[in-house]
């Protein structure tokens, strides 16, 4: 599990890239700090398991899976990231549960400045647009980022100077491509709700012995 809140950003020294797989290789320095192989790390907050661990860089494998539902098959070498290691017991919780499982990705359509803030405005899916709400929290390329606009297809976050200096998003550009991970409380509230209703379990007696 993550929180959203970026360690570092580290360097693609190398990916080697099969039929329907790579294998990619990072150099960064926070992250190895006590890193070991079998650990996960979330890069551009996908998570991934690192498989070897080098002087200043670690490897990691990444499946089929994974490269068609992030834009982990964008990068080459020379491409920033951003990393986050997994969040120890005794850790603070600065952002919001990320999972490190992405949802779908998502393309930059807008970027103002406003006074020392910066707003991007991402396209995403319907099947992402359904769980961005308002003040919600979503991780953008891992970053935990408060919504702070939706429309129908589309949705604002505004991001201070520190996030914009210290992760990816300082570089983005109008038409990239960022990876998208929504709350993981909205999608369990309504798989949970959807199969009440599909087995008869939800109903206005059930609603309001309950209280609601």
């Given at each position: ?87 120890p017991l005794n850790g603070r919780f600065g952002g919001h549960i990320v999972a490190g499982h992405i949802d779908g ?108």
């Amino acid at each position: 599990m993550f929180t959203g809140i970026v360690e570092e950003t580290g360097t693609v020294r190398s990916i080697k890239k099969g039929v329907h797989s790579a294998v990619v290789t990072i150099g960064a320095s926070v992250v190895l700090n006590n890193l070991k192989q079998g650990d996960s790390v979330a890069v551009n907050g996908v998570c991934l398991t690192v498989v070897a661990l080098s002087e200043g860089s670690f490897s990691a494998d990444v499946m089929h899976e994974t490269l068609e539902r992030s834009n982990l098959w964008e990068l080459k070498a020379g491409s920033q990231v951003n990393l986050e290691r997994a969040m120890p017991l005794n850790g603070r919780f600065g952002g919001h549960i990320v999972a490190g499982h992405i949802d779908g990705t998502g393309v930059i359509r807008g970027i103002k400045t406003d006074a020392n803030a910066v707003w991007f405005t991402i396209h995403a899916s319907p099947g992402i647009m359904r769980y961005v709400i308002e003040k919600g929290s979503l991780a953008v390329d891992g970053i935990s980022l408060t919504v702070a606009d939706v429309s129908q297809h589309d949705f604002s976050v505004s991001v201070i100077p520190h996030t914009a200096q210290n992760t990816t998003l300082g570089g983005k550009r109008v038409g990239d491509t960022v990876n998208l991970e929504n709350d993981c409380i909205g999608k369990y509230v309504e798989q949970l709700l959807c199969g009440s209703v599909r087995h008869g379990n939800l109903s206005k007696d059930f609603l309001r012995k309950y209280g609601f």
